[in-house]
Every structure is written in structure tokens, then in C-alpha cells.
Antibody, heavy 117, light 107 residues
Framework: QVQLVQSGAEVKKPGASVKVSCKAS????????LYWVRQAPGQGLEWMGR????????NFPQKFQGRVTMTRDTSINTAYMALSSLTSDDTAVYYC??????????WGQGTLVTVSS | DIQMTQSPSSLSAFVGDRVTITCRAS??????LNWYQQKPGKAPKLLIY???SLQSGVPSRFSGSGSGTDFTLTISSLQPEDFATYYC??????????FGGGTKVEI
């Protein structure tokens, strides 16, 4: 069965960076795009970008340009999302999600990132 | 970017009620509209894709309709496990991906 297993919760200080991993299993990793989506406490879903695990190509909304990096390691079927220059506004649960034709059909369990001094 | 607007932002209902949630796109998205359910502390779950196609394993009391700019998610008979927040998402023009603001269904 398809599974996306994310790394554990992180606590970071303002200005720091965080890197979240997402290990895929149960399907061919390079056949599906992955999205990263975040959700601040009590808020809605915010798309942070996508990666093509086959080519490594990425796309991000303007809001995250220059601050987010998405990579993958096809040898271990794992994708990574790194976010730099963290502020308290980046406190959120971060999800990776498998995509087919821009439809998210499977989600990771989420990774809570807390930014606090 | 295509903006997605859901209404209402929250609603109260009883078990057995028929519940309808609406989603409006800022421009036509044909039937490229998906619905997700999210329970507290859990990841979202795909319910409906392409406006009206039921994802495998989703109960038939959930249905979706609409095309162009106006869409609805209907729960024909609300069950206790359906109390959750529901999000729409357009898949016509991406990137960027855009979600609605969510509708919280509570007792």
C-alpha cells in the first residue's frame, strides 16, 4: 500500500533552517509528483511547491521563492523540503503528498515545525 | 492565480442531516475540482475528484457536483464520523495549487 512517512517534529529558533524528509513506499517513486503543503495552527492548507522525483524539477509560489528548497534521493525513495530564515509565521504542520494530475491522493502524516525563541 | 472561495466557513448540523458545502472559483476550472476531508490532528483525505468522481473507499453518502466556477459537496445523511473540515482544491491551473479556505462541520 502507498505510504508517505515523514520525519519527526522539530523545534527551531527564529532565523534557523529546517529540513523535513518524506519517505515513499508502495509505488514507483519516480512516477508521481510530490507536493509540500503546510497548515498553520487553526488555519487552512497552503501549497508550498512541488517536485518531480524523476527529474528533480521544482516549482514554488512566489511567496516561498528563495527560501524553500525541494530535493529528492531516488536511491532511497525520499524527498526533502528545506525552509530557511524561519520566523514564528512558519510554525505549522508540514505535509508531503503524492499527486496524480494535480489531485492529491495520498498524504504523509505531517511534521510539526515549531519556531520559537 | 485562481482563487477558491468556500461557503459557509462553518456550519452546525445534526446526525442524519443533509449538508451542502459550496466552492466558487475565480475563473472557470471546468470540472477540475477536488474535495478533501480533514479531521483534527490528521492529514487531509481525498473524497471527490474531477468534481463528481468518488474516490475509492469513500462512502456513497458523499457526492460532488458542478462545473465552470460553482461546485457543491453534499453529504446526504450526516454521520458522526463526518464531523470534520472540508476543503476544495482546483487542479485546472497548477502550479500554483490553490485550496479553498475550508468549511468546518460541527454538531
Amino acid at each position: 500500500q502507498v505510504q508517505l512517512v515523514q520525519s519527526g517534529a522539530e523545534v527551531k529558533k527564529p532565523g534557523a533552517s529546517v529540513k523535513v524528509s518524506c519517505k515513499a513506499s508502495g509505488y514507483t517513486f519516480t512516477d508521481y509528483y510530490l507536493y509540500w503543503v503546510r497548515q498553520a495552527p487553526g488555519q487552512g492548507l497552503e501549497w508550498m511547491g512541488r517536485i518531480n522525483p524523476n527529474s528533480g524539477d521544482t516549482n514554488f509560489p512566489q511567496k516561498f521563492q528563495g527560501r524553500v528548497t525541494m530535493t529528492r534521493d531516488t536511491s532511497i525513495n525520499t524527498a526533502y523540503m528545506a525552509l530557511s530564515s524561519l520566523t514564528s509565521d512558519d510554525t505549522a504542520v508540514y505535509y508531503c503528498a503524492r499527486v496524480r494530475a494535480a489531485i492529491v491522493d495520498f498524504w504523509g502524516q505531517g511534521t510539526l515545525v515549531t519556531v520559537s525563541s | 492565480d485562481i482563487q477558491m472561495t468556500q461557503s459557509p466557513s462553518s456550519l452546525s448540523a445534526f446526525v442524519g442531516d443533509r449538508v451542502t458545502i459550496t466552492c466558487r472559483a475565480s475563473q472557470t476550472i471546468f470540472t477540475y475540482l477536488n474535495w478533501y476531508q480533514q479531521k483534527p490532528g490528521k492529514a487531509p483525505k481525498l473524497l471527490i475528484y474531477a468534481a463528481s468522481s468518488l474516490q475509492s473507499g469513500v462512502p456513497s453518502r458523499f457526492s460532488g457536483s458542478g462545473s465552470g466556477t460553482d461546485f457543491t459537496l453534499t453529504i446526504s445523511s450526516l454521520q458522526p464520523e463526518d464531523f470534520a473540515t472540508y476543503y476544495c482544491q482546483q487542479s485546472y491551473s497548477s502550479p500554483p495549487v490553490t485550496f479553498g479556505g475550508g468549511t468546518k462541520v460541527e454538531i
